[in-house]
């Protein structure tokens, strides 16, 4: 069983956008934000850009775009607040630990596999106590490969030693998790825990999905919470290895 980090175990959106708005006074530079991560995220995963770098020149890029002079020291600076903060914000949505604590006792091999360019994100899960859930991580950073890429979700399969055809891989993101995980052999679950939101019309190039207009494809399953997976996995996903139902 494979699962997504950010904003699928812990609510990084809204942490993220309460931590800027603190620090620059605006409630309304979030997107632009995500977009500059994305594209140096990107670079990082494609080896054109060195990790250690990558948050200072990022925070950089993104302040300069706002209008701000700063050099690359005042960036790194806005940067450490902005971390500092946020390591004392993470929070896990609550159906979390329960959800886990059940895949464990189920005897479920777990992964947990993000689209993040560094080890901080397996920081995030020790210091929220979910490292002793997850039999590996997976970090496209450290990889040079990301969702939905099929290569990442096939060695994390090689990692845990399983067919794909025998992992499922569920995240927040209908098209980089469920689809990707689907295209890549394994089943894909798309955790959509706003359904009731109304997206915005879909550009080419935009990753959030709008699939509350087009709905997510026939073959792949739909959750709003994690309180449904334990169900979904006993009903429909024998061979994961969970106990079949009585």
């Known amino acids: 069983m494979c699962l997504d980090i950010d904003d699928t175990l812990i609510d990084f959106t809204e942490t993220g956008k309460r931590t800027l708005a603190a620090l620059t006074g605006r409630r309304d530079i979030w997107d632009e934000w995500e977009r500059v991560t994305d594209e140096h995220v990107a670079r990082v995963v494609a080896g054109d850009l060195d990790y250690a770098d990558m948050h200072t020149r990022r925070t950089h890029a993104f302040l300069r775009g706002l209008g701000m002079d700063v050099d690359l020291a005042s960036a790194a600076a806005f940067e450490t607040r902005r971390k500092t903060l946020l390591n004392r914000s993470w929070r896990l949505f609550d159906d979390v630990v329960p959800c886990l604590e059940w895949l464990a006792a189920a005897g479920i091999q777990l992964a947990a596999v993000t689209n993040a360019s560094g ?77 009731d939101h109304e997206l915005a019309p879909r550009t080419a190039d935009d990753d959030t999905e709008d699939a509350a207009r087009s ?32």
């Open 119 to 195: 080890a901080h994100q397996r920081d995030k899960l020790a210091s929220l106590g979910l490292a002793r859930f997850f039999d590996h991580v997976a970090i496209a950073g450290e990889l040079g490969v990301a969702k939905p890429d099929p290569a990442m979700f096939q060695s994390v399969c090689l990692q845990l030693g399983c067919d794909p055809r025998e992992a499922v891989h569920l995240g927040d993101k209908l098209t980089t998790d469920a689809v990707g995980a689907r295209d890549a052999g394994l089943t894909g679950i798309w955790l959509h825990r706003d359904p």
């Open 215 to 246: 709905g997510a494809p026939a073959d792949i399953h739909v959750l709003t919470s994690l309180a449904g997976l334990p169900e979904l996995l006993v009903s429909e996903f024998v061979r994961v290895g969970v106990p079949a139902p009585r």
